[in-house]
């Protein structure tokens, strides 16, 4: 294979990966915008399949942002193995210019999603905390309770 056929294929092989990094980091969006709006079956968690597939889909873009890391390296030895012209220079550029946005872009919304979640799951404790202490029926608790209502009463009342 000649420089040039090389450096088409890689360029075409760079062209398929970053149309496929479009389109994940599209839907790995659409996610993110539904754990940041709440849009989870319980509006506070994932549910397992959907942090199944958030995951999944991670692990797919980051194959897919490591893939064209190789191309473009590989582009820049057969630029480099050749005379380098004005516009594959340009090109080549372009590409690792595409690369760079698409790695920002990808480590945004993970750390998006990722404070979300976290905060999603901060408040389910919390309301998990507060449910359980609302719903105590110890009778102890119910004594306690009766007597600091009893008017007249200036007693202090610890709940322990």
Avoid at 148 to 160: L, R
């Amino acid at each position: 294979m000649d420089q040039e056929s090389g450096w088409e294929e890689l360029r075409k092989e760079a062209r398929k990966i970053e149309g496929d990094l479009d389109v994940k980091l599209t839907s790995y969006t659409k996610l993110g915008a539904r754990v940041t709006q709440g849009g989870y079956a319980d509006a506070d968690t994932p549910t397992m399949g959907s942090n199944r597939s958030w995951k999944s889909m991670e692990m797919e873009i980051q194959s897919l942002l490591e893939k064209l890391l190789d191309v473009n390296d590989s582009l820049s030895r057969c630029a480099a193995s050749a005379a380098p012209t004005t516009s594959a220079t340009q090109k080549l550029a372009r590409h690792r210019d595409i690369l760079h946005e698409y790695s920002q872009e990808f480590r945004r919304i993970k750390g998006n999603i990722s404070a979300m979640t976290e905060h999603a799951e901060l408040l389910s404790s919390v309301r998990d905390d507060i449910s359980e202490l609302g719903n105590s029926t110890s009778p102890r608790l119910q004594l306690l309770r009766e007597r600091a209502a009893i008017p007249g009463n200036n007693s202090t009342c610890e709940f322990n």
